[in-house]
């Protein structure tokens, strides 16, 4: 495995991108962080979110107490405006449900070198507070990885944000930070593995459902553990 090493040019653009992101949700909206003690500053951990719109990473990234590293759908840096921001961020392109095995080796190279790692369970944006059921690729990085899995909740930034912020409402943002999930290593084979990876990215999404109010919780509904 192949150390990871963040590039010069991707260094500096965070030194200016992290400042003007944290400047513009307070002033497009009032920003409430809760749960920041939950951080377990200096170790790997994964970083695991409910993604309802673009407004979740930029917001996660921009007060989070570390920098942390961030996966993101690769159709994403197609798109006008939002690329070229990934790119300057040095957000790691993913092919939604394909396995990458250079992919999750990078990962694995991310969480050795102590850096934080950011993933959306469900695999892209819901478009919507409910959440949708999490797709199986944490679970590929909580077997391998053998790190703790921070569940945050995100509140407020649904895709409304922006037109809600122009016409002066400065909607209310919240982070909620949950306390590390520490996973067992997985035993099982074959269709048990693969049935027990799922379990283990369901068992993250009921994490994250108990950081949030009822109505986000979705898929998960009656399942969210506090």
């Known amino acids: ?13 965070r030194v200016f991108m992290l400042p003007a992101f944290h400047m513009i949700y307070h002033v497009l909206g009032r920003v409430k962080v809760v ?3 939950n951080v377990p500053l200096g170790t790997p951990y994964v970083i695991a979110i409910n993604h309802i719109s673009i407004f979740d990473p930029p917001l996660v990234v921009a007060f989070w107490p570390e920098t942390p590293e961030i996966i993101g759908a690769v ?3 197609e798109k006008r405006g939002q690329g070229p921001i ?10 939604r449900g394909d ?5 999750l080796e990078k990962i694995l190279a991310i969480l050795k070198m102590g850096h ?7 695999g892209g944006r819901s478009h919507e507070p409910a959440m949708r059921r999490a ?3 944490i679970g590929y990085i909580i077997e391998h990885a053998q790190v703790p899995v921070i569940p945050v909740g995100l509140v407020g930034t649904t895709d409304d944000f922006w037109q809600r912020s122009r016409r002066g409402e400065r909607p209310k943002l919240e982070m ?6 520490i996973f067992p290593a997985i035993t099982e084979k074959g269709a048990q593995r693969r049935e027990a990876r799922q379990q283990n990215a369901d068992l993250v999404m009921r994490h994250i459902a108990g950081l949030l109010p009822e109505e986000y919780h979705g898929v998960y509904a009656g399942q969210a553990i506090a």
């Open 99 to 103: 396995y990458d095995r250079v992919l």
């Open 35 to 37: 749960g920041e003690e």
């Open 135 to 137: 797709m199986p690729g």
């Open 116 to 122: 934080p790692l950011v993933i959306a369970p469900e």
């Open 176 to 181: 909620r930070i949950g306390k590390p999930i």
């Open 75 to 77: 159709d994403v840096f």
């Open 1 to 13: 495995m192949s150390p990871y090493d963040i590039p010069l040019h991707i260094k500096i653009n």
């Open 86 to 95: 990934l790119s300057m961020y040095g957000v790691i392109p993913v092919h």
